[in-house]
């Protein structure tokens, strides 16, 4: 039996589902949910049915939205207070206005936003901005915070990328629960072997000579890769292969991110957002170069392509089939491609200029399945039986 497959889309106005059904087809768009507020990532679990939405800002403080009924209503757990939090409190007609009412907020203002979600073993984990790494056992009912990673000896050396100090990519190992593996913007990979109490920082290089030499500020150097990692997967199968993109190239580790291999080579640029692996083949994968960091973050020449791996990273194809090829210049943002595990797997990406694109032949061909929506932040995607 095939499964039934729905897209995830966080966006800058709140959550939207993509129904495509079994046939992968027909997708029927449902939102905004969870109040319109800016909505960084959308996970679900397959099992349970269960989706939960992080997100907010200045304004809302940050959050995490839960539906238990396939998105038909929401519930926030609301994590830290915003700024219509102290206008609505010294001001009742704001507060009637705005439908505001008190709410406990466990973190008061110790973070703006939640960036990124993961679910595995029971555990549901939440990074934030600044970066902080939350984890809750009772559904995303209450969240309690992984100290182990704020203390890290290096902590104070963490710099923040454009966006801010972001924790934006949580990788749990699939079937050891004490290991996960996070990516932090500037500060690059950690990797914990006891459920988040301690951390190993892994950016070293296998091959320092031959990857450093580059000017620009995120560049490898001192025999690490840059830190300013944009996005990371596991691949699958018993080894601890990861690959990422950071802000200066895409990289492969063989040992859970001990040390890096360059696998830039084919590729029209260095810089990008996304990283997508294949779930039953850890040599496939799949990447969307933009230009560069200052030259509009657009894909080179303005044609879009899905560039595809099916050997690690050592060669490179371009996948243009059904993409704009003209005047394209919108960006995919960091959690905004993901995969199904169907036969032939479906690749979906969401841009900023509020298309979804998805390929039902393993990226050889593209369709746009949404368009007009609000700037896509993250897409991923559930199956159920």
């Known amino acids: 039996m095939s499964t039934r497959v729905t897209l995830l889309v966080g966006t800058t106005k709140g959550a939207f589902l993509l129904d495509g059904g079994t046939a992968r087809a027909g997708w029927v768009v449902s939102g905004p949910h969870c109040g319109g507020w800016p909505i960084n990532h959308v996970i679900g679990d397959p099992v349970s049915g269960t989706l939960w939405a992080g997100g907010g800002g200045d304004w809302s403080g940050a959050g995490i939205w839960r539906s238990d009924d396939g998105g038909s209503s929401w519930e926030l757990t609301k994590l830290t207070k915003g700024t219509i939090d102290d206008w609505a409190a010294?001001?009742?007609?704001?507060?009637?206005?705005?439908n505001w009412s008190p709410q406990e907020t466990p973190f008061e203002d110790s973070f703006s936003q939640i960036w990124s979600l993961g679910f595995a073993h029971g555990t549901l984990y939440?990074?934030?901005?600044?970066?902080?790494?939350?984890?809750?056992?009772d559904n995303g009912a209450?969240?309690?915070?992984?100290?182990?990673?704020?203390?890290?000896?290096?902590?104070?050396?963490?710099?923040?990328?454009?966006?801010?100090?972001?924790?934006?990519?949580?990788v749990p190992h699939p079937d050891d629960p004490q290991r996960l593996w996070i990516g932090i913007s500037a500060a690059g990979v950690f990797a914990s072997e006891d459920g988040g109490k301690s951390w190993d920082r892994r950016n070293r290089l296998s091959n320092a000579a031959a990857c450093e030499g580059h000017a620009h500020p995120a560049a490898p150097r001192d025999g690490e890769t840059g830190h300013c990692v944009h996005n990371m997967m596991r691949a699958p199968g018993h080894g601890d292969v990861l690959y990422q993109q950071n802000h200066?190239?895409?990289?492969r580790s063989a040992d859970g991110g001990r040390s890096w291999d360059s696998i830039n080579d084919g590729l029209p640029s260095t810089f990008g957002f996304p990283i997508r692996v294949h779930p039953r083949d850890a040599e496939t994968l799949w990447t969307l170069p933009l230009n560069s960091d200052t030259d509009g973050r657009f894909p080179p020449d303005a044609a879009a392509a899905v560039w595809k791996s099916e050997d690690g990273g050592r060669t490179w194809q371009d996948k243009r089939d059904g993409l704009p090829q003209e005047a394209c210049f919108f960006t995919v943002l960091r959690q905004a491609m993901a995969g199904d595990c169907r036969d032939p797997v479906g690749i979906y990406f969401g841009t900023n200029t509020g298309s979804v694109f998805a390929s039902l032949d393993e990226g050889d061909s593209w369709q746009e399945i949404a368009r007009h929506l609000p700037t896509v932040l993250s897409v991923e995607v559930l199956e159920q039986d």
């Not at 010294?90 to 705005?98: G, K, S, T, V």
């Not at 939440?126 to 056992?137: D, E, I, V």
């Not at 200066?248 to 990289?251: D, E, I, N, R, T």
């Open 90 to 98: 010294n001001d009742p007609d704001a507060a009637e206005f705005l």
């Open 142 to 170: 209450s969240f309690e915070h992984l100290e182990g990673l704020a203390n890290h000896p290096s902590a104070d050396s963490w710099n923040p990328g454009a966006a801010g100090l972001v924790l934006h990519t949580i």
């Open 248 to 251: 200066h190239g895409v990289w």
């Open 126 to 137: 939440a990074g934030t901005k600044p970066a902080r790494l939350l984890a809750s056992r």
